[in-house]
């Protein structure tokens, strides 16, 4: 069977179709679900946001008037399930390193990764919430102006100027 375009995926979460949920999270599941864990750095709390983000998916997706923009409106819902997630933890969850990789066997390559990690983590950790995150939606989830502005609710103009802003910070630091 050929592979569903985004506009099919829609079409057939519409239609009560299996095969458009099921693709979606296939197709996307992993994007945002390093979306969801960079946001709220926590590993479970994220695949909950991913979880919650198909389910209302799945149930709105009529409501979305676009089809061919199912990824920005995805990120969209994965967004205000973070922020429910963070309103509903009501605490600040201390940022987490990844690991440099134990079983790496050229430990100074494992040492030099974690500790440009660090220097990455350091960096973007000097930046507000809103400057970090449009770092992330555009650095490690690729995405255009257009399309952060989508998943912010603000127009693609705005998108790129936080961008813009958010970069100058970044080199400022």
Avoid: K
């Avoid at 997706?61 to 963070?86: D, F, N, S, V």
């Avoid at 969850?93 to 430990?107: M, R």
Wanted: aromatic share 4%.
């Amino acid at each position: 069977m050929p592979e569903m375009d985004d506009r099919a995926l829609v079409a057939a979460m519409v239609a009560g179709d299996p095969r458009g949920l099921d693709g979606a999270y296939r197709r996307y599941a992993p994007r945002l679900y390093a979306y969801c864990r960079a946001t709220l750095r926590d590993a479970d709390a994220a695949a909950d946001a991913v979880q919650d983000t198909f389910v209302i998916a799945g149930r709105r997706a009529g409501q979305l008037r676009e089809p061919e923009r199912l990824l920005p409106w995805l990120y969209a819902i994965a967004r205000h399930e973070c922020l429910r997630h963070i309103r509903d933890r009501r605490r600040e969850v201390p940022a987490e390193l990844d690991d440099a990789g134990a079983d790496t066997a050229d430990l100074g390559a494992g040492v030099r990764a974690a500790e440009a990690r660090e220097l990455v983590h350091a960096a973007a950790a000097g930046l507000g919430d809103g400057d970090r995150e449009v770092i992330e939606l555009a650095l490690r989830h690729g995405l255009s102006a257009v399309d952060m502005g989508a998943v912010l609710g603000v127009s693609g103009n705005h998108a790129h100027a936080r961008l813009s802003r958010a970069r100058s910070q970044l080199g400022a630091g």
